[in-house]
């Protein structure tokens, strides 16, 4: 197992790779920057509890245009016991502003990455896949400490211990975006034709976007800041 490099373009291309895949524009466009190294792919999206379960519906038409399967993991008993996070507890209110915002910190579920890729490598050691990959990126390093370079690197040797002897030659977890900003992998889903009007990232859930939660405010700003038009349909500006 190796951990992975900073610059995507650096990456060994994997044979089969198992996708986090929330539905969300990051995730999206991880999987098709992972099917345009023709690696075959596997998404695995979870029901945690969360409020905006509408993005596993944006999970599995990603999985339909990409042409490859989607399962999805029933956590949802967790969301009873994740008490305290915006997007699990509807006793907390999710909050409007940018990621680097304090308040940002009430959208934070315990270890939610670590259970994910967990279950993730469980998956790829059954179907002999070389690889699991998630769209962490540098925008998430301010609140979630599940999405920093420390963490890919110190998760990958814990899966490393666990799977001794179990993983495939030159297993990764992979995460190429972790360093780079939501603005580059708007810029990089441009380039793959990915059709972000088919993603889902606010976290209020609903029929629309919201436009003001902190994943509907980064998603705005990564399309102006790219000169690129927005796609998405917000209920507010």
């Not at 915002?101 to 990455?113: F, G, H, K, L, Q």
């Not at 211990?161 to 810029?187: C, M, Q, W, Y």
Request: with cysteine; glycine share 8%; net charge negative.
């Amino acid at each position: 197992m190796v951990v992975v490099p900073i610059e995507p373009s650096s990456h060994r291309h994997p044979r089969h790779a198992v996708v986090v895949a929330s539905g969300g524009l990051d995730s999206t466009v991880l999987a098709y920057w992972l099917a345009a190294r023709r690696a075959e792919l596997t998404l695995l999206s979870f029901d945690y509890g969360q409020r905006h379960r509408v993005e596993l519906d944006h999970a599995a038409d990603i999985a339909t245009l990409l042409e490859c399967p989607q399962e999805i993991v029933d956590l949802s008993a967790l969301g009873g016991l994740l008490v305290g996070s915006a997007l699990t507890d509807s006793e907390v209110a999710v909050p409007d502003g940018h990621y680097t915002d304090e308040s940002m910190r009430a959208t934070i579920v315990p270890n939610r990455n670590a259970i994910m890729l967990d279950i993730a490598v469980a998956v790829a050691v059954a179907r002999k896949a070389d690889a699991v990959a998630f769209g962490a990126h540098a925008g998430d390093h301010a609140v979630y400490p599940d999405c920093r370079p420390d963490f890919v690197e110190r998760f990958t040797r814990s899966a490393q211990t666990a799977n001794e002897g179990l993983l495939v030659e030159e297993f990764e977890i992979l995460a190429p975006f972790v360093h780079l900003s939501k603005t580059d992998i708007v810029r990089i889903g441009v380039a793959l034709g990915v059709p972000f009007e088919r993603t889902w990232s606010c976290y209020r859930g609903g029929t629309v976007h919201c436009g003001t939660c902190g994943t509907c405010t980064e998603r705005k700003e990564a399309f102006e800041q790219n000169g690129i038009t927005d796609p998405t349909q917000y209920s507010r500006a």
